[in-house]
Each structure stands twice: as structure tokens, then as C-alpha cells.
């Protein structure tokens, strides 16, 4: 294996989005060789992962149609990241100056919105992070050499675009490549710190960073209708269901209920036949409240048209609750929702650029 990694740092130096000679070597070697041993090592990487041995995934990458710059290979749970743009995973990044490469726990840097595949905002990769690090504190302080920041000295976008998604990585410089016994132990180390990334991400209810779940499902559902190619290919579907979304909504509604029952205000749930969610009376005030609840940190929410169109026709007699970071007990049947931080904004003023669009309906001329 250190020989395979010192091959293609060499080839990093003479690197062109062209397929030449030196780039299809580079590409066989990244994409068949490096792969082949990894795939040599997924026993004990299922063992060191805590996941089974047929949800180990290994792949190597360097570019569809142009050569990309930073050429990689992967190790990941194909049922937790089945893209590259998902999730975690463990990853051999190659530095486009062909001076080092990075065994690093990585995260997906970019992600789908409204149909399209766009860079994560560094903000977000940073939370992740954030997340992710007190997560493996206890294993990763095994180390002294685990690096924050990784510099692959990329000219590309794409290329530049990893460095900001490592969570920790061990760097190999191109004349201190170590031998492959030692790359083994390494990389199993770095599954030991995958492992429980995994678990928590699978019992938590929001990420911090992540696109709220709400505006997951309702993308992919905008595509779904119509009639597009799934953008999140092996993706998980729609992450809430029925049930959990009611339990976020009673629990929203619970609690913006409450707070304006405080203030004095006469409340009447009428979200069953209104396209907002509570009417409000105070002597000769009124008040049309809509309520979001949200497992995330309520910085994006989903909004219908029709309730964009109520809420301007009502304002300034008006109002938007959020009820966020609600904790949901999955553990209980039916599943209950706790929690929530309540935010309310009166009168709400909608502008056109805090919305975001996720479909049209094209009226055609047939």
C-alpha cells in the first residue's frame, strides 16, 4: 500500500483534467489497486466499525469525465453513506501538489437543495464538526498525532472544497510514507473513531448543520412529483414518519398555545380547516398564527404558498412561532416528542428573499 500511495503522489505532480497516460495509471491505481486493499481489510474494518461485514464499503474515485485533482478512496457504511456527499466515512485524500495525503475522517461536503448538488456552507461542515469531535474525544486522545486542518493545496473549487469537512485525519508526507503494516494499524484506528459517529448520528433527531429534515423530505418529495430521478441515489426516503411528524406538531402546537394563554389571549386551534394554525383573541385584538415545529435548530422551515399568501393578507395581525430542537423518544410506541425552544416573531413580515423556491407548477399549452 505505500508504494500504491508514493505512485500516485508522483502522479498528482503531472495532474490534467485530460485523460492522459500518466492520469489513466492514476486512475486504475486509485480506483481498482487501492480499492482491492482495502476491500482486504473489511473484516476486521466490520469489527473495528461495529457494523456488518456486507454493509462495509469500499471505493476509490478520481473524477467522472474530467480527471479530478484531488483523487480519493474511501471506507463507509453503505446503508449510512452510500454517496460520497453523505454522511461519514474514512477517506485517503490525495493533495493536488502530490506533496502529501491524508488518511481522514471526512464528512459529505456537499448537498442537495432544490434539485441541485451545492458546496455546504462552511458554517455548517463547522457544526458538524463541533458534533462530531466530543463524539471520539475518548478514542482520538489515543493519538498525538491527529491533525484539525488538512491542506491539500488545490487550485480546483472541488479540490479546495474538502479541506473544511475533516474532523481529525493523520497526514503522510510524500518521502515518509510508512510501511503497510503500520497503514493497516492506522487505518483501523480511524474506524474505531467512525464506529461511534454511526451510532449517534443514528439515534439523534437532528445534526447541527445539517438541512432540517423538513426541508429534506420536502425536496425530495418536490422531486418525486415530479417525476425526476432520485437526487439522493440510495438515500434513505423520508426520514420522519407519520406518526413523528404528528408528534412534533401537537407538541408545537402544545407549547405556542401555552405561551400566548400566558399573555392573556383567547386560543382556537383551527389548523385543521385554516391555512394557518391558531386564531387569537384579546378583547378586541386578533391574531392568525402559524406554528413550525422542528427537530432542528429552526433556522430553515418549510412554508406552503398558501399559508405565504394568508400570513401577508393578515399582517400586521400576525404572527410565526418555531418551536425548535425538539427531542423525539423514539424508544416508546407511540413515539412522543419533548422538549422545544419556542421563538415567536409578530407581526411577521415575509420578504421575498427569505424564501426559497422548490418547485413550480408549469402550466403548459396542451
Known sequence: MDELLSEVLGLQKVWQAKNTEEMQRRGSVVRTEIRDWLREHVEALAVALEIPLDDVGVEG????????????????SKSRTPSATDGWYIVYLFSGDGERVYLSLMQGTTEWIAGELKPREPTALK????????????????????????????????????????????????????????LSEDLLFMAKLLGPLYKAADD?????????????????????TANRRSARKGGQGFLLTAAERMAIEDRSVALATGYF??????????????????????????????????????????????????????????????????????????????????????????????????????????
Open 61 to 76: 474515485k478520481d473524477g467522472a469525465g474530467q480527471r479530478a485533482e484531488v483523487v480519493w478512496a474511501r471506507v463507509y
Open 204 to 224: 439523534a433527531t437532528y445534526i447541527p448543520g445539517d438541512l432540517p429534515v423538513e426541508v429534506q423530505e420536502a425536496t425530495q418529495s418536490a422531486a418525486n
Open 127 to 182: 457544526k458538524r464538526i463541533d458534533w462530531a469531535r466530543p463524539l471520539i474525544k475518548h478514542v482520538a486522545g489515543e493519538r498525538t498525532d491527529l491533525l484539525t486542518h488538512i491542506r491539500l493545496n488545490a487550485r480546483t473549487k472541488l479540490g479546495k472544497g474538502y479541506e473544511p469537512g475533516n474532523v481529525l485525519a493523520i497526514e503522510y508526507q510524500r518521502d515518509a510514507i510508512p510501511n503497510s503494516n503500520v
Open 261 to 366: 394563554k400566558a399573555q392573556g389571549w383567547t386560543v382556537k386551534d383551527v389548523g385543521a380547516s385554516k391555512p394557518y394554525d391558531l386564531h387569537l383573541t384579546r378583547v378586541d385584538e386578533k391574531l392568525h398564527v402559524e406554528v413550525k415545529g422542528t427537530t432542528s435548530d429552526g433556522s430553515q422551515v418549510i412554508v406552503t404558498r398558501a399559508e405565504v399568501e394568508c400570513q401577508r393578507r393578515f399582517a400586521p395581525d400576525n404572527a410565526l412561532v418555531i418551536v425548535h430542537s425538539i427531542e423525539l423518544d423514539r424508544s416508546v410506541d407511540p413515539v412522543t416528542a419533548t422538549g422545544g425552544v419556542l421563538h415567536c416573531t409578530s407581526p411577521w413580515t415575509i420578504e421575498e428573499e427569505t424564501l426559497t423556491v422548490i418547485s413550480y407548477v408549469h402550466r403548459t399549452s396542451l
